[in-house]
Each structure stands twice: as C-alpha cells, then as structure tokens.
C-alpha cells in the first residue's frame, strides 16, 4: 500500500474495532518525525472501541497535524475473549489457531480510513529497536519517505536517528 502524506483521510478510529487508543500507552521517548508526519510509539494500548478482542503489544500512530491519518500495531488476538463473545469452546478456537496459549500469533496490520491490512506473521525481535524499526520502517515505506526518521525528545527536541 502506497499513500500521499498530504491527502490521505483522517481515520475514524471506531470503525476498526482494534483500532489502538492514541491516548493510552504512550512511549515518551519514542515520538518520531517522518518526513513531515509526527509517529508516536504505544506501549499496549487499548482499543479504541473498548473491545478486548486483541492484545497490542505495540503500535505507531501517525499524525498530519492533529489528524491520525495511519497507525501501525503488532496484535494478537485474544482467544479467551474470542471464546466468550462467539460462544465457542477455547479449545476449538486453539486448534482453529494452532496453539495452546491464549493468544494468535503475533501479526502486523496498518490501518487507514478505509484498509486493515493484515501484514503477515511479526517475526522480529520482542527488544525495542527491533520493534522501533519495524514501525518506522512500515510508515515510511507506507508513505514513501525516504529521509530518516529524527526522534523528537523532550522541549528543546533534539533530534536522533533511527539507525
């Protein structure tokens, strides 16, 4: 998926009922710029909507402005609340799943106003760069930005990159 920065829609973040809360989790020290959009890094949010269908371990939400016009998550979905709101057994959701945890596998999605796309199976590193980079990277290839992405931190913003 190839999208402008300047004319991709704001997303209503309840139509998307994983959509992550910009407001929860968020990581300080992980506000990036990319090109002219603003990346902020969440620490497992909430979902917007108030459902507890998936387990987010981290996200990137991405803001024009005020406008979040993408976020980025690494999710898992939450077969024990999968079992409750289906009324099926876990058991059956665990041989849906191949697993004997409580929880699919760990995936990527990007979502915009009007896509969820699934990225595939995460298989990178659970560390904070690995994760760092794996956010950025999708954002920028998203958008096409091909200059480095600058950590903005504290008042004086004083600029790092990623690499």
């Known amino acids: 998926m190839l999208l402008d920065p300047v004319s991709q829609a704001a997303i209503d973040p309840l139509i998307w009922h994983s959509f992550p ?5 968020i990581l300080a020290d992980e506000i990036w710029k990319c090109g002219t959009l603003v990346c902020t890094m969440l620490k497992n949010p909430a979902c917007k909507s108030g459902e507890d269908l998936v387990n987010i371990p981290y996200s990137m939400i991405v803001k024009r402005g005020k406008k979040v016009i993408l976020a980025v998550s690494l999710e898992q979905e939450d077969l024990r609340s999968l079992s409750y ?10 041989e849906d799943y191949q697993t004997k945890g409580y929880f699919s596998e760990l995936r990527g999605y990007v979502y915009t106003n009007e896509v969820r796309e699934d990225l595939g199976p995460y298989e990178g590193g659970m560390d904070m760069q690995s994760i760092r980079i794996f956010l950025l990277e999708t954002v920028c290839d998203t958008f096409d930005i091909l200059s480095e992405p600058v950590q903005l931190q504290g008042e004086d913003k004083v600029a790092r990159k990623t690499h």
């Open 85 to 94: 709101k289906l009324g099926c057994s876990l058991r059956e959701l665990q």
């Open 21 to 25: 809360d910009e407001n929860d989790g």
